[in-house]
């Protein structure tokens, strides 16, 4: 019995790893890629956001919402193709601002990347930092992590520090930034949509 025991317990464990192979198995605030916003939203809500479209290609859009139905996040923006009746997520990201508190931004994604490590353990892992050069006074930086799966889907989870004349100026705010999208909206991001 114990032995009967013990391969049900390696069976399910398995399979948990399994699908942790997958983009769609991670979530933020309940939404996964591939589900339909419309479990969550109606479609009234949904299209009473204004969408963000890229300057090149208007394929598909993003939308910003916040929700006392977010228990995690502050804000969640999705990516969502033009004109699909079904509200399906091609990208999600879940953000967490902390205003001139990127000492607790980088705990927090600290947190974060234990949980999601201990899940994803199949991934390609790249930590790093980008200097926003471009932007103002070109000292604005984040500390970035990647997870790149198989099919070259991403999860992204970082922090952003912006220096004051750019918080001042564009009225921007440290912030955690946790970002999952598809391998189809990454090709349209990389190679349509700038």
């Not at 419309?38 to 809500?45: A, D, M, Q, R």
Request: proline share 1%.
């Amino acid at each position: 019995m114990k032995l009967f025991i013990a391969v049900l317990l390696l069976i399910f464990s398995l399979q948990s790893w399994t699908k942790a192979d997958d983009i769609s198995d991670f979530e933020i605030e309940g939404i996964s890629i591939g589900d339909s916003l419309l479990n969550i939203f109606s479609k009234k809500e949904i299209d009473s956001i204004e969408p963000v479209y890229y300057p090149n290609s208007r394929k598909f859009h993003d939308i910003a919402i916040v929700s006392d139905k977010f228990k995690d996040y502050d804000q969640v923006t999705l990516g969502l193709k033009r004109d699909d009746e079904k509200y399906i997520v091609y990208a999600l990201a879940g953000n967490l601002y902390y205003e001139n508190d990127f000492k607790n931004c980088m705990k927090k994604k600290k947190e974060i990347l234990k949980e999601v490590s201990s899940l994803f353990t199949k991934q390609k892992r790249s930590d790093y930092r980008h200097v926003y050069t471009e932007v103002d006074d070109g000292k604005s930086f984040a500390e970035i992590t990647d997870f790149i799966f198989k099919d070259k889907s991403t999860l992204r989870i970082y922090c952003t520090d912006w220096t004051l004349e750019t918080e001042r100026k564009r009225k921007f705010t440290d912030m955690l930034s946790v970002d999952a999208a598809s391998n189809e909206y990454m090709i349209w991001l990389n190679k349509e949509a700038y």
